[in-house]
């Protein structure tokens, strides 16, 4: 059973003037996991923008907001076929586990500029 759903588009400029302005922000919102796509993938500022997009998608789809978690308890990495997938850590993962969240779906595309990503929270049944 769906929880809800959420959908989230992000300016890819605007994501690369945020990194230009404050490099910080990749390791304050991105694991280390995170990261390693991201480098693997020569850092490319799409990348980056469905990722970010990915986890405010994630938050809506949950019907929280970013609300007593951070963006980084939101992982979004690849699976071997390139499928972006969901890991929750820390007060995320608790969150969701007093909301019955099972999985979350996840799928991320850009264009030239924009990025967006749409997520949907399954239930446990």
């Excluded at 059973?1 to 989230?8: A, F, K, T, W, Y």
């Excluded at 480098?39 to 609300?67: D, H, Q």
Aim: charged share 25%; hydrophobic share 45%; aromatic share 8%.
């Amino acid at each position: 059973m769906i929880l809800g759903n959420g959908v989230d588009l992000v300016e890819i400029q605007r994501i690369k003037e945020i990194i230009e302005r404050k490099p910080r922000f990749i390791n304050r919102f991105f694991t280390k996991n995170e990261y390693k796509i991201f480098e693997s993938k020569g850092f490319k500022t799409e990348t980056i923008a469905g990722n970010f997009a990915a986890k405010e998608a994630v938050v809506k789809a949950m019907g929280t907001g970013v609300r007593g978690f951070d963006l980084v308890d939101i992982e979004v990495l690849r699976d071997e076929m390139g499928k972006p997938y969901v890991v929750l850590h820390g007060r995320a993962k608790a969150v969701a586990l007093g909301m019955n969240v099972g999985e979350i779906h996840l799928s991320i595309s850009h264009s030239q500029t924009q990025a967006v990503a749409f997520a949907i929270a399954m239930l446990k049944i």
